[in-house]
């Protein structure tokens, strides 16, 4: 089963899904993502996710490039297990940047902002 939190800060949207990303839930996934496309600054906290397959991978991905379509930004924080080890593995935080706490992310989100 997967969870799905969308805050709204005055900054920042974040989302943050809680359970596997897989066959099974990327339809969710993507669809909540796909919610968020036209937010200027999304954080996305993986850290509840202890498992994320190729297709969560492939939402991920896709919704990234959406927002970055309509000129936002964005960052992922996901700790460090296997599933920063997948996103460093296949090159993904070369596309966006990986932190491993939200407290990272949002600076690199704010800081992002600010230098643009």
Known sequence: ??????????????????GEIDAYTVAQ??????????EPRLLIDLGSV?????A??????????????????VV???GEGALARLL????FDRIVPVVQTPDEA???LLHSDSSG
């Open 106 to 108: 949002l600076t690199s």
């Open 88 to 91: 460093h593995t296949t090159g």
């Open 50 to 54: 202890p498992f994320m397959d190729s």
């Open 76 to 78: 992922v924080a996901c």
């Open 1 to 18: 089963m997967l969870e799905i939190e969308i805050e709204n800060l005055d900054t920042h949207k974040v989302l943050r899904p809680c």
């Open 29 to 38: 996934f993507r669809e909540r993502i796909a919610d968020l496309a036209l």
């Open 56 to 73: 969560g991978l492939g939402a991920l991905i896709g919704g990234i490039r959406r927002i970055r379509d309509s000129d936002g930004e």
